[in-house]
């Protein structure tokens, strides 16, 4: 199937366009989702785009909304086609669409640390903390934590970094009793992706989770999961055979990329350095394995007769 960097014309209102997702209007309260194959490192959209990216967030944020549905209810509808008002039907978007109930986002992004690495682990060399919480001393990079902990962020703008923040900032920010909620939550789908992931070999690192909110028929406003869930881009996968403290293993993600910019002397501002075509399929097939194994399904099983 060809890579798409473009949405093609779907004959509706886009609503929001992001470095890899569009959003569009589908009527009566409902959202149209697009994964594109674009891939962003360092906050910059790459030219290239890498083959079943999009197929593989799509399918992997449809199987883990299935397995997290006695968790937490969420705001996928459909992954047909067939469900798209008929102008959406484009052949070139089967597999990568959500048909979705538009939901009231939360200004806050639900992070869940089960190890140490990434920024959480830079502030613990630093400073003992992790989102200034004191932790328990003497870790190794990428040592797993005593406990799962829950460490929110805002959602950045368009050209700017998510900030780190306590969670009495989010508190403040979607209320007390929300606040709890979304910390119990995101905590509970953790632990149960963690065993899913345990299983197939694989240790979840962290993971980012969206939530948000909507209005029930008797006016009750229910917390859902929502934007994508525990796909590569969202979470830090690691293969067991690959993990020993002391270093952060490769993720399986966009790591060759990642890799690849570092060795450059580039100062991470557009445009990006053009990818070559053995990074650019190390990457796809890193994002393929990982849905493949986490999952136990194949990609070429993802809406195959188009």
């Not at 909304?65 to 959406?88: G, K, M, Q």
């Not at 053995?278 to 493949?292: G, K, L, N, P, W």
Request: charged share 30%.
């Amino acid at each position: 199937m060809k890579p798409i960097s473009k949405v093609p014309e779907i004959g509706l209102k886009e609503v929001h366009a992001g470095k890899v997702r569009h959003l569009f209007d589908a009527g009566d309260d409902r959202l149209i989702m697009v994964a594109t194959d674009r891939l962003s490192a360092f906050d910059v959209v790459m030219a290239e785009p890498v083959p079943d990216k999009g197929r593989v967030l799509t399918a992997m944020s449809a199987f883990w909304f299935r397995e997290l549905s006695d968790v937490i209810d969420n705001h996928l509808i459909s992954t047909d086609l067939d469900a798209l008002p008929e102008s959406a039907r484009r052949p070139e978007l089967s597999g990568r669409t959500m048909l979705c109930r538009r939901v009231e986002m939360l200004p806050i992004e639900s992070i869940v640390r089960g190890y140490i690495a990434g920024s959480a682990w830079k502030e613990y060399r630093n400073n003992g903390t992790i989102h200034q919480m004191p932790v328990v001393q003497g870790l190794r990079e990428a040592e797993k934590l005593p406990e799962p902990i829950y460490t929110p962020s805002t959602k950045a703008e368009f050209g700017t970094h998510d900030e780190n923040i306590t969670f009495d900032r989010a508190a403040e920010i979607v209320g007390g009793d929300l606040a709890e909620q979304v910390r119990e939550v995101s905590l509970a789908v953790f632990r149960r992706a963690t065993v899913q992931a345990e299983s197939s070999g694989f240790l979840l690192a962290d993971t980012k989770f969206e939530f948000g909110l909507v209005t029930n028929e008797d006016g009750s406003k229910e917390l859902v999961l929502a934007d994508e869930v525990l796909t590569p881009d969202s979470s830090r996968f690691w293969a067991v055979e690959d993990w020993s403290p002391g270093a952060t293993p490769q993720g399986f993600d966009k790591q060759p990329v990642r890799d690849f910019l570092e060795s450059l002397y580039w100062d991470k501002r557009p445009p990006a350095p053009p990818l070559p075509v053995d990074v650019i399929a190390a990457t796809s097939q890193r994002y393929r394995e990982a849905y493949e194994r986490i999952t136990g399904l194949s990609l070429d099983d993802w809406y195959p007769s188009h």
